[in-house]
């Protein structure tokens, strides 16, 4: 591989490494993250087995953070439409999270934004402070574990990337 070949790797990893990253912001990081391998295997300076396992990674990845969200959750009575006000609960506080400390805030906005987006509709459905409450904690308990999980998942598939990258050096 020639130098500069090299250079664009190294940058690629680096890209792949903050898409991850934004996992962190309730972003889908991983997803773009697969594009980094994909680009490599499609070019021909990777193998595609590289590519699968990264994408293999990154769908556990996915699955692990739905899951860990929605079954925690259930174990507490969340309702179906109180997961989806997490998630949108999740978004909107990443966003406005996003505008404190030069995007830093984005990280507990997503996890307070899950919260705030269980607790409220719990609240205004069944009017009772403590089941919300009980209810918001859990969304956010599983969405933290789920996150948590999915930024591990995503920093193998950098790992397994640049295995894949370096093998051609």
Do not use: C
């Not at 070949?5 to 903050?18: K, N, R």
């Not at 969304?139 to 051609?168: H, P, Q, S």
Request: proline share 2%; charged share 10%; hydrophobic share 55%.
């Amino acid at each position: 591989m020639s130098p500069e070949l090299e250079l664009i790797a190294l940058v690629s990893i680096g890209l792949q490494t903050v898409f991850v990253l934004l996992n962190l912001l309730g972003l889908p990081g991983n997803i773009a993250a697969l594009l980094i391998p994909l680009f490599w295997a499609a070019s021909g300076h990777m193998q595609w087995n590289v590519f699968y396992t990264v994408l293999v990674l990154i769908t556990v990845g996915e699955a692990v953070e739905l899951a860990a969200s929605y079954f925690v959750g259930k174990k507490y009575g969340v309702s179906n439409m109180s997961f989806f006000a997490s998630v949108i609960g999740s978004l909107i506080g990443g966003l406005f999270g996003a505008g404190i400390l030069l995007g830093i805030g984005a990280v507990p906005g997503t996890f307070l934004g899950a919260f705030l987006g269980t607790y409220l509709y719990e609240y205004f459905k069944f009017s009772d402070h403590r089941t919300a409450l009980k209810r918001g904690i859990a969304t956010f308990t599983g969405r933290f574990i789920g996150t948590a999980m999915k930024v591990v998942l995503g920093f193998m598939a950098v790992f397994e990337t640049w295995k894949g990258l370096t093998a051609g050096f």
